[in-house]
């Protein structure tokens, strides 16, 4: 992935070559380089701390783990082991400076706090990458009020991510979710639990093997691609691109679906009330309520699975 620091870096050094060229030039000096493009020389300067964070907690089988670290990616990891461990990486090349926040680890009443003070303020020609890789028990409540990118596998306890940026990706993953982010995908595979939430201003839900008792997943921008859903009470619903979604057969919904600006089509489920821009699929007993919908875009409903385990 490429990042913020990588791509404003690659700018601003590309303009300080042009600014230096034009000066060569009116001085009555030649281009620099074999192509004629001369990249004047830099000494990038990156302030950081020394020692980077690597820290082990003895918290028992169900800590309160509270990640806040700004634009750092986030990797979440379990073992059975009643510690929580979290090892910071960073990986640079080339023509780096600005200045990093030093990122801690202190222990709580119930579990531990990662935390970073801001974002990291870095130009970068070439890469930089910031990660920390966090390893919990599974029964770990985790809770991340900031990250550049989250990913999240093998959880038995329900996942609370609130970021800007994402992406947030999720797997093998037994509990509640209550996810959401302004700008990227969300992306779920193999996930169970009683209410699960994930929604995204600018980006496509991208979802297999997902079930729930209530399921609520919403972009304003962006398609919904969702396989072997597991249904009952809830929405998938996007303002902005196509839906296809797959319905397990041990779901129980009445399933209302519409689209403003497109055409709905059913292919192997019962429907009533058709129309080319709505229908309403029966799965089930049709226990749940749930709804799929669209303002701009075409939905297409199939069977997916038997079952969701």
Not at 120 to 146: H, K, N, Q, Y
Not at 199 to 227: C, H, K, P, Q, Y
């Amino acid at each position: 992935m490429i990042s913020r620091s990588t791509l404003i870096g690659a700018l601003v050094v590309v303009e300080l070559a042009i600014v230096g060229m034009a000066a060569k030039a009116v001085a009555g000096g030649p281009p620099d380089g074999a192509f004629g493009f001369g990249v004047p020389v830099f000494g990038g300067h990156l302030v950081e701390s020394a020692t980077k964070l690597n820290r082990t907690f003895a918290l028992g089988s169900a800590p309160h783990v509270v990640v806040d670290v700004h634009d750092v990616h986030v990797i979440i990891e379990t073992a059975d082991v009643p510690t929580v461990h979290a090892v910071e990486t960073v990986d640079k090349a080339g023509y780096i400076t600005g200045t990093v926040p030093e990122m801690t680890a202190q222990q709580t009443a119930d579990g531990v706090r990662i935390h970073t003070s801001g974002d990291s303020s870095v130009v970068a020609f070439g890469s930089f990458d910031r990660e920390v890789r966090i390893t919990v028990p599974p029964s770990a409540l985790v809770e991340i009020a900031s990250a550049e990118r989250i990913d999240s596998s093998g959880l038995r306890a329900k996942l609370v991510a609130h970021i800007v940026e994402g992406p947030i990706y999720v797997s093998d993953h037994r509990g509640d979710l209550d996810l959401s982010c302004s700008d990227g995908r969300i992306v779920l595979n193999d996930v169970q639990g009683a209410d699960i939430a994930a929604n995204t201003r600018d980006g496509r839900l991208l979802f297999r093997r997902v079930a729930a008792e209530r399921l609520d997943a919403t972009s304003n921008d962006g398609r919904i691609e969702a396989v072997d859903i597991h249904a009952v009470d809830g929405a998938l619903t996007t303002h902005d691109g196509r839906v296809n979604v797959s319905f397990t057969g041990d779901s129980d919904a009445t399933v209302n679906v519409k689209t403003s600006d497109g055409t709905v089509h059913v292919h192997g489920l019962p429907t009533t009330d058709d129309s080319d821009t709505s229908s309403v699929v029966h799965l089930g007993s049709g226990r749940g309520h749930f709804e799929v919908a669209t303002n701009d875009g075409s939905i297409n409903i199939t069977r997916g699975a038997n079952t969701h385990a």
